[in-house]
């Protein structure tokens, strides 16, 4: 039995029974598969004491369900609850181990290549693909792609929903990253960036803005692209945030035709529930919000690449030019209306 076949029991566990308050009584959702036993759980609905007594049975194509009296309530919440965590750590643990051995293969390459002196971004594309491939595949994150994939030497700008955007996109592109100058003092996390060439940003500081334009114009080339979230932020996915012009520069300058994509997620069984678990925004940490992330099933994301590139003379008009094309490709994220969005703050 793969580590796949664990998620998927644990997936399937997990929906065969789901409570819910019903006044003083509990609600047990089963699926159709569960039919060869209804009439076992009808002989031991007459003959336990924490079962209604009287017959009652809903059923129609989709769940059937038996109501139950509320004192096995706390052992069905906490036994999902074990499900679930148990799925959360698994898919942590299976992650870490897939993160820790895909950078000790490529460090050693990145360390010889070095010595030769021979470039080192073909490898990296290599290396980076396995692993989001193989992260996506760990987190049940199921990918479709509209549009055409670019190819280096690219500008690419995205809408940013998650830390899931950046194993989505290494998963896709040939590409290095610009990313804020907080990620290069995590620890290994920070490390591992640095020797990917993923480039720091400063976005406390204007001055910054100068240096970071300079690398981008060194980084795109033959073996990769860029990949730039003008957000400056994440959000919970109702609507894509304004643009900021301040890294438009490069492309004006070079002349480089800016292309666009857009990505949005949805959780297959509890879509109402996208905006919180995969998307991060808010007070939530990294740690806090991965442990949701990972108790949720199978998980569709969906990436749209504009056909048109655009090339402006001014950053601002590009700026809200990629804007409006983003917003056009874009799938809005379910959110509620009571929900205020807090921008996210580490």
């Not at 390459?109 to 080192?120: E, N």
């Not at 992260?135 to 030497?153: A, D």
């Not at 204007?206 to 980084?219: F, G, K, L, M, P």
């Not at 409006?324 to 994220?333: F, K």
Request: hydrophobic residues 40%; proline residues 5%; aromatic residues 10%.
């Amino acid at each position: 039995m793969s580590w796949m076949d664990v998620l998927d029991a644990i997936d399937v566990m997990d929906s065969m029974i789901v409570v819910s308050n019903l006044s003083d009584e509990i609600v047990l959702t089963t699926l159709p598969s569960l039919e060869p036993i209804f009439p076992v759980l009808e002989q031991i609905k007459y003959g336990h004491p924490c079962l209604i007594k009287n017959r009652y049975f809903q059923t129609n194509d989709c769940h059937t369900k038996l109501f139950v009296k509320p004192t096995i309530s706390n052992f069905l919440t906490n036994l999902l609850n074990v499900l679930r965590n148990t799925k959360s750590a698994l898919k942590l643990t299976l992650l870490m181990l897939n993160t820790a051995g895909c950078y000790a293969v490529y460090f050693i390459g990145y360390v010889l290549l070095h010595a030769v002196r021979q470039p080192y971004q073909p490898w990296r594309n290599i290396m980076l693909k396995r692993w989001g491939i193989w992260s996506l595949s760990i987190l049940q994150i199921n990918l479709k792609v509209e549009g055409t994939i670019p190819k280096p030497p690219f500008y690419l700008v995205s809408n940013h929903l998650s830390y899931i955007d950046i194993i989505v996109y290494y998963a896709l592109l040939d590409v290095t990253m610009v990313s804020k100058i907080e990620v290069r003092s995590w620890p290994f996390l920070g490390f591992m960036s640095k020797t990917f060439g993923v480039i720091f940003i400063d976005r406390h500081k204007r001055s910054d803005i100068e240096r970071v334009n300079e690398q981008i114009a060194q980084n795109i080339h033959q073996y990769q692209g860029l990949l730039v979230f003008p957000e400056g932020t994440t959000s919970d996915g109702r609507e894509v945030l304004r643009f900021r012009p301040s890294l438009m520069k490069v492309p004006i300058d070079q002349q480089l035709p800016v292309s666009s994509a857009a990505v949005s997620y949805r959780i297959q069984n509890a879509p109402d529930q996208t905006y919180c678990k995969v998307c991060w925004w808010g007070g939530a940490t990294l740690l806090e919000h991965f442990f949701e992330l990972g108790r949720q099933g199978r998980i569709e994301a969906v990436v749209r690449f504009s056909d048109e590139r655009l090339l402006l003379d001014d950053r601002k008009d590009l700026a809200n030019r990629l804007h409006e094309e983003v917003t056009s490709m874009y799938i809005p994220t379910e959110v509620p209306e009571d929900c205020t969005f807090v921008p996210l703050k580490i």
